[in-house]
């Protein structure tokens, strides 16, 4: 789909969203009328069922509100890696993976591995995931930061409780608003040979490709598919999505807006915590926004987490 039947059809959505808060205001009073009326059972059911439906609804105008930014509807670019720790830092980032990747099906979005390095023992070093769907990037550009993972190693034979962290970096993918030059001098292109766990070799020909930018000294680099064309286009595309928000950031500093502003990444620093043991919780320590529920949080049910985020950001910007 053409970004201009993208936003055609985000807009007819976000219309139908209005018309139905509406629909389900009116039958809501329609309700009210008959208790004040008639208080059965009945129609006591049919009010608190209305107010269901209303409620929905009114989340759903909310998030259209809270998602207003024109990046909000860009795709997303969004990389994994393993912190301090070896193998259970490295299986940490291969949970969020999964999560993520689970989230993304959940919201029907298209999900491409763009790169995956595996770990030594289990779980992996890193990972680049592209994300194309409605509002990627507005719902899960909070998930910036490091994550941190709280549970009895499954890796450690005494069964002591560990503590393992990964950072989250989440980058809007290259739009037409702001054009990214990159001009072929300020590039050096390595190819090398793409390797399996153990640093052990998977492909017989150099086709792995890592792209430095020398005027800003950011690298990338991309490994997953057998072409070294691809893995470079890959690569150059992952490039462009770190500059894109790199000059969306100054912009907004320059502004002073704070809305999608993001802290530096730093071990002292977690945004969200996932404990399984002693108790079972994962929290956010921006929004406060605390589940019970840690297997639904892992297999990809964030968007509580996500929508107080939106919530938290507008009340600071509003502040």
């Known amino acids: 789909m053409t970004p201009l039947l993208q936003e055609k059809r985000q807009k007819g959505e976000q219309a139908a969203r209005w018309e139905a808060l509406q629909t389900a205001r009116a039958e809501l009073d329609q309700w009210l009328e008959f208790a004040a009326a008639e208080e059965t059972q009945d129609v006591l059911e049919q009010l608190a069922a209305q107010l269901d439906v209303l409620a929905t609804t009114l989340q759903e105008v909310e998030m259209d509100l809270l998602l207003s930014n024109p990046v909000d509807k860009c795709d997303v670019i969004l990389e994994i890696h393993s912190g301090a720790g070896g193998t259970e830092a ?64 499954p890796f450690d034979s005494s069964g002591r409780r560990h503590t393992s962290f990964a950072s989250v970096s989440v980058y809007p993918d290259v739009n037409d608003e702001i054009v990214i030059d990159l001009k072929e001098e300020d590039l050096r292109i390595d190819v090398f040979r793409a390797s399996g766990p153990g640093g052990q070799s998977v492909n017989t020909t150099s086709s792995a490709v890592r792209v430095t930018h020398l005027p800003t000294n950011m690298v990338v680099q991309c490994q997953n598919e057998k072409s070294q064309l ?90």
């Open 230 to 319: 691809r893995n470079k286009e890959a690569a150059i595309k992952v490039l462009k999505a770190r500059l894109y928000e790199r000059e969306l950031k100054r912009r907004e500093e320059e502004k002073r807006n704070e809305y999608a502003s993001k802290d530096a990444i730093g071990f002292g620093s977690q945004i969200r915590t996932y404990t399984l043991q002693p108790y079972r919780l994962v929290k956010d320590h921006r929004s406060n926004c605390e589940m019970g529920d840690v297997e639904a949080v892992l297999d990809g049910r964030l968007d509580p987490m996500l929508r107080d985020y939106l919530l938290w950001t507008h009340e600071r910007a509003l502040a």
């Open 90 to 153: 490295q299986d940490w980032a291969e949970m969020l993976l999964r999560m993520y990747r689970r989230w993304a099906e959940r919201h029907d979005m298209q999900v491409s591995l763009l790169d995956y390095q595996e770990g030594e023992e289990a779980g992996l070093k890193g990972a680049t995931l592209e994300l194309k769907g409605t509002n990627a990037y507005g719902l899960l550009k909070g998930e910036t930061g490091i994550h941190r993972l709280i549970r009895i190693s």
